[in-house]
Protein backbone atom coordinates (compact mmCIF):
# COMPACT_ATOMS: atom_id res chain seq x y z
CA UNK A 1 0.00 0.00 0.00
CA UNK A 2 1.33 3.43 -1.15
CA UNK A 3 0.59 6.34 1.66
CA UNK A 4 2.16 9.95 1.34
CA UNK A 5 3.99 12.28 4.28
CA UNK A 6 2.97 16.35 4.11
CA UNK A 7 6.00 17.41 5.80
CA UNK A 8 6.28 20.79 6.76
CA UNK A 9 9.25 22.98 8.55
CA UNK A 10 6.62 23.68 12.09
CA UNK A 11 5.94 27.02 14.41
CA UNK A 12 5.59 27.68 18.10
CA UNK A 13 2.42 28.89 16.89
CA UNK A 14 -0.35 26.20 17.00
CA UNK A 15 -2.64 28.38 14.21
CA UNK A 16 0.54 28.14 11.85
CA UNK A 17 -0.51 24.32 11.34
CA UNK A 18 -3.89 25.02 9.64
CA UNK A 19 -2.84 25.02 6.38
CA UNK A 20 -1.27 21.68 7.02
CA UNK A 21 -4.43 20.45 8.79
CA UNK A 22 -6.53 21.57 5.67
CA UNK A 23 -4.10 19.92 3.15
CA UNK A 24 -4.36 16.83 5.02
CA UNK A 25 -8.10 17.44 4.71
CA UNK A 26 -8.24 17.69 0.95
CA UNK A 27 -5.60 14.65 0.31
CA UNK A 28 -8.37 12.22 2.39
CA UNK A 29 -11.39 13.49 0.36
CA UNK A 30 -10.06 13.39 -2.96
CA UNK A 31 -7.52 10.36 -2.51
CA UNK A 32 -8.97 8.42 0.14
CA UNK A 33 -7.10 4.82 -0.42
CA UNK A 34 -3.96 6.60 0.00
CA UNK A 35 -3.58 7.05 3.36
CA UNK A 36 -1.50 10.52 4.49
CA UNK A 37 -0.12 12.00 7.53
CA UNK A 38 1.38 15.35 8.18
CA UNK A 39 4.89 15.95 9.89
CA UNK A 40 7.13 18.31 10.99
CA UNK A 41 10.82 19.01 11.36
CA UNK A 42 10.51 20.66 14.26
CA UNK A 43 8.50 22.63 16.87
CA UNK A 44 5.10 20.45 16.25
CA UNK A 45 3.85 16.86 16.30
CA UNK A 46 4.29 14.48 14.86
CA UNK A 47 7.99 14.15 13.74
CA UNK A 48 8.56 11.98 10.54
CA UNK A 49 9.47 8.86 12.23
CA UNK A 50 6.10 9.19 14.24
CA UNK A 51 4.78 9.76 10.89
CA UNK A 52 6.61 6.79 9.16
CA UNK A 53 5.57 4.67 11.91
CA UNK A 54 1.69 5.24 11.82
CA UNK A 55 1.66 4.73 8.12
CA UNK A 56 3.75 1.33 8.47
CA UNK A 57 1.22 0.56 11.24
CA UNK A 58 -1.50 0.98 8.74
CA UNK A 59 0.27 -1.18 6.15
CA UNK A 60 2.34 0.79 4.29
CA UNK A 61 4.89 -0.58 2.14
CA UNK A 62 5.89 2.68 -0.04
CA UNK A 63 5.88 5.98 1.23
CA UNK A 64 6.23 9.55 -0.23
CA UNK A 65 7.53 12.18 1.52
CA UNK A 66 6.50 15.78 0.18
CA UNK A 67 8.24 18.89 1.60
CA UNK A 68 5.89 21.31 2.56
CA UNK A 69 8.48 24.58 1.93
CA UNK A 70 8.93 26.64 -0.51
CA UNK A 71 12.69 27.29 -0.84
CA UNK A 72 15.12 24.10 -0.90
CA UNK A 73 17.67 25.45 1.93
CA UNK A 74 19.57 24.14 4.88
CA UNK A 75 16.79 22.35 5.91
CA UNK A 76 15.88 20.38 2.74
CA UNK A 77 19.40 20.17 1.50
CA UNK A 78 20.78 18.96 4.73
CA UNK A 79 18.30 18.53 7.53
CA UNK A 80 15.60 16.48 5.77
CA UNK A 81 17.73 13.98 3.62
CA UNK A 82 19.55 12.58 7.43
CA UNK A 83 16.18 12.35 8.92
CA UNK A 84 14.76 11.15 6.00
CA UNK A 85 18.10 8.10 6.14
CA UNK A 86 17.56 7.35 9.69
CA UNK A 87 13.81 6.85 9.11
CA UNK A 88 14.38 4.44 6.52
CA UNK A 89 17.07 2.86 8.41
CA UNK A 90 14.60 2.12 11.10
CA UNK A 91 11.81 0.61 9.20
CA UNK A 92 13.22 -1.57 6.99
CA UNK A 93 10.23 -2.93 5.63
CA UNK A 94 8.83 -0.14 4.44
CA UNK A 95 10.26 2.03 1.24
CA UNK A 96 10.74 6.07 1.79
CA UNK A 97 11.12 8.43 -0.82
CA UNK A 98 10.62 12.09 -1.23
CA UNK A 99 9.82 14.40 -3.82
CA UNK A 100 11.27 18.09 -4.52
CA UNK A 101 9.83 20.97 -2.34
CA UNK A 102 6.58 21.96 -3.73
CA UNK A 103 8.07 25.15 -4.48
CA UNK A 104 9.73 23.56 -6.83
CA UNK A 105 6.82 23.02 -9.19
CA UNK A 106 5.00 25.35 -11.41
CA UNK A 107 1.50 24.99 -11.11
CA UNK A 108 2.20 25.82 -7.21
CA UNK A 109 3.84 28.82 -8.59
CA UNK A 110 1.43 30.05 -10.91
CA UNK A 111 -1.68 29.56 -8.39
CA UNK A 112 0.43 32.20 -6.19
CA UNK A 113 0.30 34.67 -8.58
CA UNK A 114 -3.07 34.25 -9.63
CA UNK A 115 -3.94 34.66 -5.95
CA UNK A 116 -1.68 37.76 -6.01
CA UNK A 117 -3.55 38.78 -9.21
CA UNK A 118 -6.94 38.49 -7.67
CA UNK A 119 -5.75 40.33 -4.22
CA UNK A 120 -5.00 44.07 -6.72
CA UNK B 1 0.04 53.09 -10.34
CA UNK B 2 -0.37 49.70 -8.45
CA UNK B 3 2.40 47.08 -7.42
CA UNK B 4 2.82 44.25 -5.31
CA UNK B 5 5.34 43.11 -2.79
CA UNK B 6 6.20 38.99 -2.59
CA UNK B 7 6.84 38.86 0.87
CA UNK B 8 9.17 35.72 2.04
CA UNK B 9 11.17 34.54 5.11
CA UNK B 10 14.24 34.26 4.23
CA UNK B 11 17.05 32.36 4.25
CA UNK B 12 21.05 31.52 5.12
CA UNK B 13 21.36 29.52 1.49
CA UNK B 14 21.00 31.72 -1.05
CA UNK B 15 19.57 28.85 -3.19
CA UNK B 16 16.48 29.02 -0.89
CA UNK B 17 14.97 31.65 -3.33
CA UNK B 18 15.19 30.30 -5.67
CA UNK B 19 11.43 29.65 -5.97
CA UNK B 20 10.87 33.22 -5.16
CA UNK B 21 12.93 34.16 -8.03
CA UNK B 22 10.76 32.50 -10.36
CA UNK B 23 7.53 33.57 -8.91
CA UNK B 24 8.78 37.09 -9.88
CA UNK B 25 9.55 36.33 -12.81
CA UNK B 26 6.39 34.58 -13.65
CA UNK B 27 4.62 37.60 -12.09
CA UNK B 28 6.34 40.20 -14.62
CA UNK B 29 5.51 38.12 -17.97
CA UNK B 30 2.27 37.72 -16.80
CA UNK B 31 1.22 41.33 -15.18
CA UNK B 32 4.18 43.39 -17.16
CA UNK B 33 2.30 46.41 -16.39
CA UNK B 34 2.45 45.84 -12.63
CA UNK B 35 5.77 46.09 -10.98
CA UNK B 36 6.72 43.55 -8.47
CA UNK B 37 9.62 43.27 -5.87
CA UNK B 38 10.60 40.08 -3.91
CA UNK B 39 10.95 41.42 -0.05
CA UNK B 40 12.24 38.84 3.03
CA UNK B 41 11.82 39.11 6.45
CA UNK B 42 15.26 38.00 7.52
CA UNK B 43 18.57 36.70 6.17
CA UNK B 44 18.09 37.94 2.93
CA UNK B 45 17.48 41.00 0.72
CA UNK B 46 16.16 43.25 0.05
CA UNK B 47 14.08 44.22 3.09
CA UNK B 48 10.35 45.36 3.14
CA UNK B 49 11.19 48.62 3.31
CA UNK B 50 13.70 48.12 0.72
CA UNK B 51 11.17 46.86 -1.81
CA UNK B 52 8.34 49.43 -1.01
CA UNK B 53 10.94 52.31 -1.59
CA UNK B 54 11.74 50.68 -5.15
CA UNK B 55 8.33 50.52 -5.90
CA UNK B 56 7.64 54.13 -4.75
CA UNK B 57 10.66 55.62 -6.85
CA UNK B 58 8.87 53.73 -9.42
CA UNK B 59 5.95 55.67 -8.95
CA UNK B 60 3.58 53.34 -7.46
CA UNK B 61 0.95 54.17 -4.79
CA UNK B 62 -0.75 51.15 -3.83
CA UNK B 63 1.20 48.30 -2.81
CA UNK B 64 -0.26 44.90 -1.79
CA UNK B 65 2.10 42.58 -0.41
CA UNK B 66 1.46 39.27 -0.58
CA UNK B 67 2.75 36.95 2.42
CA UNK B 68 4.25 33.72 0.77
CA UNK B 69 4.25 31.74 3.53
CA UNK B 70 1.92 28.47 4.28
CA UNK B 71 0.98 28.98 7.96
CA UNK B 72 0.27 31.79 9.54
CA UNK B 73 2.66 31.65 12.96
CA UNK B 74 4.41 34.51 15.04
CA UNK B 75 5.86 36.11 11.79
CA UNK B 76 2.95 37.14 10.02
CA UNK B 77 0.18 37.55 12.83
CA UNK B 78 3.14 39.70 14.74
CA UNK B 79 6.65 41.10 13.27
CA UNK B 80 4.83 41.65 9.84
CA UNK B 81 2.02 44.30 11.17
CA UNK B 82 4.33 46.02 12.99
CA UNK B 83 6.57 46.02 9.85
CA UNK B 84 4.07 47.04 7.49
CA UNK B 85 3.26 49.66 9.63
CA UNK B 86 6.28 51.02 10.01
CA UNK B 87 6.92 50.89 6.24
CA UNK B 88 3.24 52.72 6.35
CA UNK B 89 4.42 55.56 8.12
CA UNK B 90 7.43 56.28 6.77
CA UNK B 91 6.50 56.25 2.96
CA UNK B 92 3.31 58.10 3.50
CA UNK B 93 2.74 58.83 -0.47
CA UNK B 94 1.90 55.18 -0.86
CA UNK B 95 -0.95 53.15 0.53
CA UNK B 96 0.44 50.21 1.67
CA UNK B 97 -2.02 46.80 2.08
CA UNK B 98 -1.54 42.52 2.77
CA UNK B 99 -3.03 39.52 1.98
CA UNK B 100 -3.84 36.27 4.16
CA UNK B 101 -0.61 34.14 4.00
CA UNK B 102 -0.72 32.18 0.55
CA UNK B 103 -1.06 29.23 1.94
CA UNK B 104 -4.78 30.33 2.84
CA UNK B 105 -5.57 30.14 -0.96
CA UNK B 106 -7.57 27.06 -1.56
CA UNK B 107 -6.07 27.01 -5.01
CA UNK B 108 -2.63 27.07 -4.04
CA UNK B 109 -3.22 23.98 -1.39
CA UNK B 110 -4.70 22.14 -4.16
CA UNK B 111 -1.96 22.55 -6.11
CA UNK B 112 -0.03 20.91 -3.64
CA UNK B 113 -2.32 17.98 -3.37
CA UNK B 114 -1.83 17.79 -7.25
CA UNK B 115 2.23 17.62 -6.81
CA UNK B 116 1.63 14.79 -4.10
CA UNK B 117 -0.87 12.77 -6.06
CA UNK B 118 1.14 12.77 -9.68
CA UNK B 119 4.34 11.90 -7.38
CA UNK B 120 2.88 8.79 -6.39
Known sequence: MKAIILFGH???????????????????????????????????QPSLEEAVAALAALGAKSITVVPVFF??????RND????LKECQAQFTAVTLSATPAVGEDLAVLQAIV???ARAL
Chains 1, 2 share one sequence.
Open 10 to 44: GARDIRWREPFDRLAGLWRSQHPGIPVELAFLEMM
Open 71 to 76: GQGGHL
Open 80 to 83: FPAL
Open 114 to 116: DFG
